[in-house]
């Protein structure tokens, strides 16, 4: 099983709709919990943290945690032409290790 | 804010010479970077973990003698592609993380090219 897993995609949605982007982990022991955006031919940028069950707000981004289920999403309300990317998500380093274990990542595409 | 910044953004150079690529943190003090590469439409690949005042950490299968790494300071990490080779074109990305915090920020990227 794979440590982060998510839907390569492409998720295709129409311009105004929500765009629903999910993830499952592996380690229940994990505490923190990252999405990231990437644009084609950029770098990642951070773009939500979530580290309590429940839904975190921000803007038109709501990141949603079930550690008992272990699976975090996100929800991009008013989805935009710009929204597309691919969209990582990123759990606490394993034991032994320092940096961030990345999902493969899910391309969005919304369509005008 | 969290800012990182990389140089050069894009650098084209000749098989077997050397390219250093630089990492730095503008607005905080980074004790551990990171370096990925990527390929075109493939997932981020971390290639190390580097640790100020102390010996980056490879992953398995990168060859630790061919990409050099220092992280002389809090704040600038570089990596150096010896003896570059045509396969050795790729993006590089660099990230920092602060003391005690799990999130990383990235920079913007450094694009290599050999020919």
């Known amino acids: 099983q794979k440590e982060v897993e998510q839907n390569s995609g492409p998720l295709s949605v129409p311009e105004g709709a929500i765009a629903s982007l999910n993830c499952t982990y592996s380690?229940?022991?994990?505490?923190?919990f990252f999405w990231y955006r990437q644009y084609s031919g950029k770098s990642p940028e951070l773009i939500m943290s979530?580290?309590?069950?429940g839904d975190k707000e921000d803007g038109r981004f709501t990141a949603q945690l079930n550690k008992a289920s272990q699976y975090v999403s996100l929800l991009i309300r008013d989805s935009q032409p710009s929204d597309s990317a691919t969209y990582l998500c990123?759990?606490?380093?394993?034991?032994?290790?320092?940096?961030?274990?990345f999902g493969s990542g899910t391309r969005l595409q919304v369509q005008p | 804010g969290a800012v990182v910044s990389q140089h050069p953004s894009w650098v084209i150079c000749k098989s077997g010479t050397s390219v250093k690529i630089e990492c730095r943190s503008l607005?905080?003090?980074?004790?551990?970077m990171f370096w990925y590469r990527q390929f075109p439409k493939q997932s981020l690949m971390l290639m190390a973990t580097?640790?100020?005042?102390?010996?980056?950490?490879?992953e398995q299968g990168v060859e630790k003698d061919k990409f050099l790494i220092n992280h002389a300071s809090l704040t600038l990490s570089t990596l150096t592609v010896t003896s570059a080779h045509p396969e050795d074109s790729s993006f590089y990305i660099c990230?920092?993380?602060?003391?005690?915090?799990?999130?990383?920020?990235f920079g913007p990227g450094t694009r290599l090219t050999v020919t």
């Open positions: 990230s920092a993380s602060r003391q005690g915090s799990s999130e990383q920020y």
């Open positions: 380690d229940r022991g994990s505490q923190s």
């Open positions: 979530i580290y309590s069950n």
């Open positions: 990123a759990v606490p380093p394993f034991t032994g290790r320092r940096a961030l274990t």
């Open positions: 607005d905080f003090q980074a004790t551990t």
């Open positions: 580097s640790n100020e005042g102390s010996k980056a950490t490879y």
